[in-house]
C-alpha cells in the first residue's frame, strides 16, 4: 500500500503550448488518484487536459501579441522563455498555491530550466538534487553521442555538418537515407520538425540551411534498419548514484509518425540488455530524477543504441505502472516527500507479476491513424532484434490503459474526441485524412502493380525513376507524401505536409 503525504501538492509544469499532450493528463490522474492536490501550469490553457478533473487548477503564464506563452521580457531567441521570467512565473504560482510543492517538468525546456533554478526555487519547490547543467547536457542531441561514450552505451554515428555542402557529403558518406535532428529541439519554431528522414545529399543541404530559423546545430546520423520490434524504450526514476527507485523496458509496438514518431501503441516488457544500458547510464552521470530513454536495436549486431535522451516523464510513462500502481511520477513524490518507494530496481526480478509486466499503453488518437496507415505491428513470433534478446519466453498479455479515456475521468476523453475531428474537418478531409489517404493509397498500389516501368534505355535513362536499391528522391514542398509500396512505411521526410488530423 503506498502512502503518499497529501498535504504536499504537485505543480506539472509544460511550457509547450500543445494542448493535447497526453502525458501531462496521465500525470494529473495518477497524482489525483493518489489524494494529492495537482496544479497544472501549462503554456496553453485550451484543450482537453485541463477538463480532468484530477486538476486542482491551471495556471498560464502571460500571453505575449503572438499568442505564445510569455510576457514583455520573452526576450531570448525563438521564444525559449527567459530563467529569468520563468522563476518570477514559477514563484507567483507558488504564492497562490500557498505551501511547497513537487515540481514536475513535462518538457525539456521546463526540464532545463528548473534544473538551473533550482537553488533559487528551494522551499517553494521540491526537486531531485541533479546537477544545475546535466539535463541540459543530455537533452541536447549534440552531446548525446560523448555522453554514451563515456557510459559505454552504443550511440548511432553522428556527424555535425559545418556547411550545407558538407551536409549533403556527410549524408552520402552516412549512408542514404539518413536521420536528420536538430540539437535543441525545444528551440524550433511552429512547422519545423525536430527529427526528419533526409534521402538525397540535396535534401541535406537544403535542411541545414534552415540552422538560423531551428536555433539549433543540424545533425545527421547514421539510420539503423527498420526491423520488427526494434524500438524500444525505458522509464526510470534514480536517486542518489544513479540508483533507480523504480524502472522498466517496454517495446514501441505502434507509433506514429510510423518509425519515428511517438509511442501509439507501446507494451511493457522485460529486456535486459536496454535495462542494463539505462543502469549504466544513470550510474555514469549520477542522475537522479525521472528520466525517459530511447533505443533502437541494430539487427546487424542485437545490440540496442541510445538515440534520444530525455530528462523527464515520457508521454506514455504510465506504461511503467506496477501492480501497486506506482510509475515514476508517484516515486518523484514518494521519494522528494520523505517516504519510501516500493519496488525492486530494473534487472532483479523482472517478469514478475507485481512489476507491471505484459502491461498495454494505448494512445487512442495515434493508434487509430497507425492501425489504419501504419504497417504490422510485431507479433508474439516476429518480435524482432529487441525480443531476440529476452531471457524468459512469451509474457501473458496484462492490462491496458488508455491515454484519453477513463470512466472516471471521462470529459478529456471527450474533449480530445471533439478537438480532433474538428481539426480534420477544419483543415479539410483530403487524402492526409485517414479515410481517404487510405483510398489513395490502395488506388496507387493498384495502378503500380497494373503498370510495370518498362526497363531503361540509353535515351530513356534521364527519364526513368531511379534503381529500387537507392533512395527515391524528396518531394516538393507542395507535393503530396510519397507512398512507399513496402508494407514498411519510411518515415515521412522535412519536406512533407503534416497530416491534418493529428493534433500535435
Same mark, same amino acid.
Not at 522509464?235 to 518509425?259: C, E, M, T, V
Not at 537522479?288 to 534520444?308: E, K, N, Q, W
Not at 500502481?325 to 514478475?352: I, K, M, W
Not at 504497417?375 to 488508455?402: F, I, K, M, Q, Y
Given at each position: 500500500?503506498?502512502?503518499?503525504?497529501?498535504?504536499?501538492?504537485?505543480?506539472?509544469?509544460?511550457?509547450?503550448?500543445?494542448?493535447? &499532450?497526453?502525458?501531462? +493528463? #496521465?500525470?494529473?490522474?495518477?497524482?489525483?488518484?493518489?489524494?494529492?492536490?495537482? !496544479?497544472?501550469?501549462?503554456?496553453?490553457?485550451?484543450?482537453?487536459?485541463?477538463?480532468?478533473?484530477?486538476?486542482?487548477?491551471?495556471?498560464?503564464?502571460?500571453? =505575449?501579441?503572438?499568442?505564445?506563452?510569455?510576457?514583455?521580457?520573452?526576450?531570448?531567441?525563438?521564444?525559449?522563455?527567459?530563467?529569468?521570467?520563468?522563476?518570477?512565473?514559477?514563484?507567483?504560482?507558488?504564492?497562490?498555491?500557498?505551501?511547497?510543492?513537487?515540481?514536475?517538468?513535462?518538457?525539456?525546456?521546463?526540464?532545463?530550466?528548473?534544473?538551473?533554478?533550482?537553488?533559487?526555487?528551494?522551499?517553494?519547490?521540491?526537486?531531485?538534487?541533479?546537477?544545475?547543467?546535466?539535463?541540459?547536457?543530455?537533452?541536447?542531441?549534440?552531446?548525446?553521442?560523448?555522453?554514451?561514450?563515456?557510459?559505454?552505451?552504443? !550511440?548511432?554515428?553522428?556527424?555535425?555538418?559545418?556547411?550545407?555542402? %558538407?551536409?549533403?557529403?556527410?549524408?552520402?558518406?552516412?549512408?542514404?537515407?539518413?536521420?536528420?535532428?536538430?540539437? $535543441?529541439?525545444?528551440?524550433?519554431?511552429?512547422?519545423?520538425?525536430?527529427?526528419?528522414?533526409? $534521402? =538525397?545529399?540535396?535534401?541535406?543541404?537544403?535542411?541545414?540551411?534552415?540552422?538560423?530559423?531551428?536555433?539549433?546545430?543540424?545533425?545527421?546520423?547514421?539510420?539503423?534498419?527498420?526491423?520488427?520490434?526494434?524500438?524500444?524504450?525505458? &522509464?526510470?526514476? /534514480?536517486?542518489?548514484?544513479?540508483?533507480?527507485?523504480?524502472?522498466?523496458? #517496454?517495446?514501441?509496438?505502434?507509433?506514429?509518425?510510423? *518509425?519515428?514518431?511517438?509511442?501509439?501503441?507501446?507494451?511493457?516488457?522485460?529486456?535486459?540488455?536496454?535495462?542494463?544500458?539505462?543502469?549504466?547510464?544513470?550510474?555514469?552521470?549520477?542522475?537522479?530524477?525521472?528520466?525517459?530513454?530511447?533505443?533502437?536495436?541494430? @539487427?546487424?549486431?542485437?545490440?540496442?543504441?541510445?538515440?534520444?535522451?530525455?530528462? $523527464?516523464?515520457?508521454?506514455?510513462?504510465?506504461?511503467?505502472?506496477?501492480?501497486?500502481?506506482?510509475?515514476?511520477?508517484?516515486?518523484? &513524490?514518494? *521519494?522528494?516527500?520523505?517516504?519510501?518507494? @516500493?519496488?525492486?530496481?530494473?534487472? !532483479?526480478?523482472?517478469? %514478475?507479476? &507485481?512489476?507491471?509486466?505484459?502491461?498495454?499503453?494505448?494512445?487512442?488518437?495515434?493508434? +487509430?491513424?497507425?492501425?489504419?496507415?501504419?504497417?504490422?505491428?510485431?507479433?508474439?513470433?516476429?518480435?524482432?532484434?529487441?525480443?531476440?534478446?529476452?531471457?524468459?519466453?512469451?509474457?501473458?498479455?496484462?492490462?491496458?490503459?488508455?491515454?484519453?479515456?477513463?470512466?472516471?475521468?471521462?470529459?478529456?476523453?471527450?474533449?480530445?474526441?471533439?478537438?480532433?475531428?474538428?481539426?480534420?474537418?477544419?483543415?479539410?478531409?483530403?487524402?492526409?485524412?485517414?479515410?481517404?489517404?487510405?483510398?489513395?493509397?490502395?488506388?496507387?498500389?493498384?495502378?503500380?502493380?497494373?503498370?510495370?516501368?518498362?526497363?531503361?534505355? /540509353?535515351? #530513356?535513362?534521364?527519364?526513368?525513376?531511379?534503381?529500387?536499391?537507392?533512395?527515391?528522391?524528396?518531394?516538393?514542398?507542395?507535393?503530396?507524401?510519397?507512398?512507399?509500396?513496402?508494407?514498411? =512505411?519510411?518515415?515521412?521526410?522535412?519536406?512533407?505536409?503534416?497530416?491534418?488530423?493529428?493534433?500535435?
Amino acid at each position: 500500500m503506498l502512502s503518499f503525504a497529501t498535504d504536499v501538492p504537485a505543480l506539472l509544469l509544460r511550457l509547450d503550448p500543445n494542448p493535447y &499532450h497526453h502525458g501531462t +493528463l #496521465g500525470a494529473a490522474r495518477s497524482l489525483g488518484r493518489a489524494g494529492i492536490e495537482v !496544479h497544472a501550469l501549462l503554456g496553453s490553457a485550451r484543450g482537453p487536459v485541463g477538463r480532468s478533473r484530477f486538476l486542482h487548477r491551471v495556471h498560464t503564464p502571460p500571453r =505575449t501579441a503572438t499568442g505564445r506563452p510569455g510576457g514583455p521580457d520573452r526576450s531570448t531567441a525563438h521564444g525559449a522563455l527567459p530563467d529569468a521570467a520563468l522563476e518570477r512565473l514559477l514563484l507567483d504560482v507558488s504564492a497562490r498555491i500557498g505551501r511547497p510543492a513537487v515540481l514536475v517538468p513535462l518538457d525539456d525546456h521546463g526540464a532545463i530550466a528548473t534544473a538551473r533554478l533550482a537553488p533559487r526555487l528551494a522551499g517553494r519547490y521540491l526537486l531531485p538534487a541533479v546537477d544545475p547543467g546535466l539535463p541540459a547536457r543530455l537533452a541536447d542531441k549534440a552531446e548525446l553521442g560523448a555522453v554514451c561514450a563515456g557510459a559505454g552505451v552504443a !550511440h548511432p554515428t553522428t556527424v555535425l555538418p559545418g556547411s550545407a555542402r %558538407e551536409a549533403g557529403r556527410a549524408a552520402a558518406a552516412l549512408g542514404l537515407p539518413v536521420v536528420a535532428k536538430w540539437s $535543441r529541439p525545444w528551440l524550433l519554431p511552429p512547422g519545423l520538425r525536430s527529427t526528419a528522414l533526409v $534521402r =538525397t545529399e540535396t535534401e541535406a543541404a537544403r535542411l541545414f540551411a534552415r540552422t538560423r530559423e531551428a536555433g539549433s546545430a543540424l545533425l545527421l546520423q547514421r539510420r539503423l534498419p527498420d526491423s520488427a520490434g526494434a524500438d524500444w524504450f525505458f &522509464h526510470g526514476y /534514480a536517486a542518489d548514484g544513479g540508483r533507480f527507485l523504480i524502472g522498466g523496458a #517496454g517495446r514501441k509496438d505502434r507509433s506514429w509518425p510510423p *518509425h519515428t514518431g511517438l509511442t501509439a501503441v507501446g507494451s511493457r516488457l522485460p529486456n535486459p540488455p536496454v535495462e542494463q544500458a539505462a543502469a549504466r547510464l544513470a550510474a555514469a552521470l549520477d542522475y537522479r530524477g525521472i528520466l525517459d530513454l530511447d533505443f533502437r536495436f541494430d @539487427p546487424a549486431t542485437g545490440v540496442p543504441h541510445l538515440v534520444d535522451f530525455n530528462p $523527464r516523464p515520457g508521454a506514455q510513462f504510465r506504461l511503467f505502472t506496477d501492480g501497486a500502481g506506482l510509475d515514476v511520477v508517484r516515486a518523484q &513524490h514518494l *521519494h522528494l516527500t520523505g517516504r519510501a518507494v @516500493p519496488g525492486a530496481p530494473p534487472g !532483479h526480478g523482472p517478469g %514478475e507479476p &507485481h512489476d507491471g509486466t505484459g502491461r498495454v499503453y494505448v494512445v487512442e488518437n495515434y493508434a +487509430l491513424l497507425s492501425a489504419l496507415l501504419g504497417p504490422r505491428p510485431p507479433g508474439p513470433a516476429d518480435g524482432g532484434a529487441g525480443v531476440a534478446n529476452l531471457e524468459r519466453g512469451p509474457v501473458a498479455r496484462g492490462p491496458v490503459e488508455r491515454a484519453w479515456f477513463a470512466a472516471d475521468d471521462p470529459l478529456p476523453g471527450l474533449a480530445m474526441a471533439a478537438g480532433w475531428l474538428m481539426r480534420c474537418l477544419v483543415k479539410g478531409v483530403r487524402p492526409s485524412c485517414p479515410s481517404e489517404r487510405l483510398r489513395a493509397r490502395a488506388a496507387r498500389a493498384v495502378r503500380g502493380r497494373a503498370v510495370a516501368p518498362p526497363p531503361p534505355t /540509353a535515351a #530513356g535513362a534521364a527519364r526513368t525513376a531511379p534503381p529500387a536499391a537507392l533512395p527515391s528522391p524528396a518531394p516538393e514542398a507542395e507535393s503530396p507524401a510519397p507512398v512507399q509500396p513496402a508494407p514498411n =512505411t519510411q518515415p515521412t521526410p522535412h519536406t512533407e505536409r503534416r497530416n491534418p488530423c493529428t493534433t500535435s
